[in-house]
């Protein structure tokens, strides 16, 4: 300092302060230097960020002088590492293991897809379609380990590894997409617990007090006569139910339970009368019973609907988590689902554009294609509001004749979607199932369609409705103006979006009308327990209750699960419009096994275990 004011006229106090300042600041070098731990660092380099150096400027001096903070901060972590001899976290886990336990996260039977187009979550520049969790993570450590003996990851280890995409359901954004079966059990052992009569609310758990062996398919579907019949707890079951508690049997209770009813509804008609007509609506009601009462409810859900509708959720899950992960050259796995209805919008709208039937709406039927080589995601927009089996087909015959263009070897085609009757589970769709691919698409030789458990049929190709709905709006933001289907399409394919999309407009479905209209089908029975069916003839579907790939020849279906054959035609001008007696449903059933389904008082078991009775 003294050289560099050397010739100068300065005064003496000008001289010390100077002097004050070098000083005060190779002192805060020297104690930052000295400190030991990054709390004592951090209280140094508050002081060299403070207001007062920010109101007049003066920042970049302390850059000048080598005290910059952040680069202290950083040096002081890296010595506290080296000085502990700890690694840092992120090479504690091998990327094998990181890849593996995010695949279990973003699993269907361990996550569901959100559908809507505002569900996204975006972290580090990287935007994605929220997944919400389908049980604890506390729960689902445990059945990571099950699954994978040899594993030792620890519950913080598996927690972490969690992709920040997967959340848990916040209690602000109710879920209304909950299954009846599994709303109306969950409700009934709540009420329970709340009584102290069971011990858990855990309904997987209360399963196996119906049940011999949960993982038994003859027992889980109702086909075991021991525990179909049995009144008996099995006895490593019994801590389920809370035996030191006195049950009065005939004592009040009322729970909700979710029921469609039929309401009565008025309508002021031209001539200002009311005309009246009956609504069916679902409404959470509250039922008054006795305790008997609600055990017997319970017990009627656990042995008659719960172990069949669990354990089809688990199984199917299963196997076609195994179908996709063992695809064959020649074979591609469709998933396909609705979207809910994109509204269209403009960018500038007038009042009145709110009302009446001013706002158009575009169908989309989303495919997400699994092929050994990756994914694809495929849409089909129309201005069509219909969702019935014609429509569907409509909607499939483009996107299949791209894949089988774009994948030549492919000729055995797998289908999964939910279960709706008025869409996909209904006669008229296993007739087109049956006839439709083998006049459209030679090459197909084999299909199968996989059904979903009702209420679990959401999946990837929600989220691929949710990114077109929320790439339209954002075209809207930006000046676009949407007003029918065909403007929707148009600017979906101009903004370069991954996904291929079709459009189909609303005339192309009478060519499938015009198919069905030529047969007469009569009704299969027991269609609300298909869950598998699979034609390798023309006219001719065989169906069963669960799904199975097991033969190592897939062209060949096994006879698992006691399938079933129908005939809808023998020839393919039964649908060309010629004689229709031979259209008429035949059943061929290979195997069977008839089950009585005897009621038993589940208020019994309590005198079994001495539970006194008032």
């Given at each position: ?341 994109y509204c269209c919008k403009q960018c500038t709208e007038v009042q009145s554009m709110h009302f009446g039937a001013s706002r158009n709406q575009v169908t989309m039927h989303n495919v997400v294609v699994y092929t050994p080589s990756g994914t694809v995601c495929l849409s089909t927009l129309s201005d069509s509001m219909r969702h019935d089996p014609c429509a569907v087909w409509s909607y499939l015959q483009p ?113 499938v009308d015009n198919f069905l209209d030529n047969a007469s089908l009569s009704t299969v029975r027991g269609t609300m327990k298909i869950r598998q069916i699979v034609t390798q003839k023309y006219g001719t579907i065989s169906f069963r209750p669960l799904s199975c790939f097991c033969n190592t020849d897939k062209y060949v279906m096994c006879m698992c699960h006691a399938p079933s054959t129908v005939v809808f ?46």
């Amino acid at each position: 300092m003294q050289r560099d004011l050397a010739g100068s006229r300065v005064s003496q106090k000008v001289r010390r302060t100077l002097l004050f300042h070098n000083a005060l600041m190779s002192e805060m070098k020297e104690q930052f230097s000295a400190a030991k731990t990054v709390k004592d660092r951090r209280s140094l380099c508050q002081v060299l960020t403070g207001k007062i150096l920010k109101k007049y400027r003066v920042l970049r001096m302390v850059h000048e002088f080598g005290c910059d903070p952040r680069v202290m901060v950083r040096k002081c972590k890296a010595v506290e590492r080296k000085m502990s001899g700890r690694s840092c976290k992120w090479n504690a886990v091998n990327n094998e293991l990181r890849d593996k336990v995010q695949s279990f996260f973003l699993r269907e039977d361990n996550s569901r897809c959100t559908s809507g187009k505002k569900d996204t979550i975006t972290r580090c520049k990287k935007k994605m379609q929220i997944h919400l969790l389908a049980d604890s993570v506390k729960n689902l450590h445990a059945k990571y380990t099950s699954e994978n003996v040899n594993s030792n990851l620890s519950y913080t280890s598996f927690s972490r590894l969690r992709p920040f995409w997967v959340i848990q359901q916040s209690v602000s954004k109710r879920d209304t997409c909950l299954c009846r079966t599994c709303d109306n059990l969950q409700l009934i052992a709540n009420k329970l617990h709340s009584e102290c009569i069971i011990t858990t609310t855990d309904v997987k758990q209360l399963l196996k007090i119906c049940s011999c062996d949960a993982q038994n398919t003859e027992c889980m579907l109702g086909a075991c006569r021991h525990c179909s019949t049995s009144m008996d707890v099995p006895s490593a079951q019994v801590h389920l139910l809370n035996v030191d508690t006195e049950v009065d049997l005939d004592k009040k209770m009322t729970w909700n339970e979710w029921k469609t009813i039929e309401e009565t509804r008025y309508k002021k008609t031209n001539s200002k009368q009311s005309k009246e007509f009956i609504v069916k609506v679902t409404k959470k009601v509250q039922v008054e019973g006795s305790t008997g009462d609600i055990l017997d409810r319970l017990e009627y859900m656990l042995r008659y609907k719960a172990k069949r509708h669990f354990y089809t959720i688990d199984h199917q899950y299963k196997v076609l988590r195994n179908l996709k992960s063992s695809l064959g050259s020649n074979e591609i796995c469709l998933h396909i689902d609705y979207a809910e209805n994109y509204c269209c919008k403009q960018c500038t709208e007038v009042q009145s554009m709110h009302f009446g039937a001013s706002r158009n709406q575009v169908t989309m039927h989303n495919v997400v294609v699994y092929t050994p080589s990756g994914t694809v995601c495929l849409s089909t927009l129309s201005d069509s509001m219909r969702h019935d089996p014609c429509a569907v087909w409509s909607y499939l015959q483009p996107v299949l004749t791209h894949l089988l263009n774009l994948f030549p070897d492919v000729d055995i085609v797998h289908f999964v979607s939910d279960s709706p009757a008025t869409q996909y589970r209904c006669k008229n769709n296993f007739f087109l199932f049956c006839t439709l691919p083998y006049c459209y698409w030679p090459q197909i030789v084999h299909c199968t369609w996989n059904y979903l458990e009702a209420g679990h049929g959401k999946g990837a190709p929600d989220g691929v409705g949710g990114l077109l709905k929320r790439t339209a709006d954002r075209l809207v933001s930006c000046g676009q103006d949407l007003s029918d289907a065909m403007d929707v399409y148009t600017a979906l394919r101009s903004s370069q979006t991954s996904v291929h999309l079709f459009f189909v407009p609303d005339s192309d479905i009478q060519t499938v009308d015009n198919f069905l209209d030529n047969a007469s089908l009569s009704t299969v029975r027991g269609t609300m327990k298909i869950r598998q069916i699979v034609t390798q003839k023309y006219g001719t579907i065989s169906f069963r209750p669960l799904s199975c790939f097991c033969n190592t020849d897939k062209y060949v279906m096994c006879m698992c699960h006691a399938p079933s054959t129908v005939v809808f035609a023998t020839d393919k001008n039964v649908s060309e419009g010629g004689d229709n007696s031979h259209a008429s449903t035949v059943y061929h059933t290979t195997t069977g096994t008839s089950v009585v389904a005897l009621w038993s008082n589940f208020a019994l078991l309590f005198q079994f275990l001495h539970v006194k009775k008032y």
